[in-house]
């Protein structure tokens, strides 16, 4: 997808850290190649995988879930248009355990250090903003399920209510992979 650094809303702060130079499969394939051990450790990445699909993209979001003990799953779709992302909206019980997943696959290069963003306003204003370290990752057909920390709704009068969330994936090289804006209430009861 595109870059973007236009919403201070995901201004994210990495003191100290500063991210490697790129390489490309091949590049990786290739480093060190009289080394058996290393030749050996490079093929359990997944290296020499690339994944036919028909998705241009590298990284491929495809599903958030909301996990509840004793209930089943809350999932979004995330294959959908912006459009219809934006119009569903989950129902969270106030004080509740939850915690949110999410589904994806890389499908043609490494990706380094991928993370999840989400920033959480009510009424407009900036409530929470949660950054989620997901990792590296090669090329592979399957489907990677990463589960976040559990997390406590919030609960109270003041607490019920309609909150719109705007959710980010993106990688050390700053490629923002997927980008969608959706929302939640809390309310006194499912």
């Not at 590296?136 to 990677?144: G, L, M, Q, R």
Request: proline residues 2%; charged residues 30%.
């Amino acid at each position: 997808m595109s870059q973007h650094h236009d919403d201070e809303d995901f201004a994210s702060e990495n003191t100290g850290y500063k991210v490697g130079q790129k390489k490309t499969v091949d590049e990786y394939q290739n480093l060190d190649a009289n080394d058996e051990s290393l030749k050996r450790w490079k093929e359990s990445l997944g290296l020499n995988t690339a994944v036919a699909g028909n998705d241009p993209h590298n990284v491929v979001v495809l599903k958030l879930a909301l996990e509840v003990a004793g209930r089943p799953d809350v999932e979004l779709d995330l294959t959908q248009s912006e459009e219809a992302l934006k119009s569903q909206s989950f129902t969270i019980k106030e004080g509740v355990e939850y915690r949110i997943k999410v589904y994806f696959k890389v499908q043609s290069s490494l990706v380094s250090g991928l993370k999840y963003m989400q920033v959480v306003k009510r009424h407009g204003v900036r409530v929470d903003k949660s950054e989620e370290m997901i990792g590296s990752y090669a090329a592979k057909p399957d489907i990677v399920e990463k589960k976040f920390a559990v997390e406590e709704a919030p609960s109270g009068m003041l607490a019920r209510g309609h909150y719109d969330v705007k959710s980010r994936f993106i990688d050390d090289d700053n490629t923002v992979h997927k980008e969608w804006s959706w929302s939640f209430d809390i309310k006194k009861d499912w």
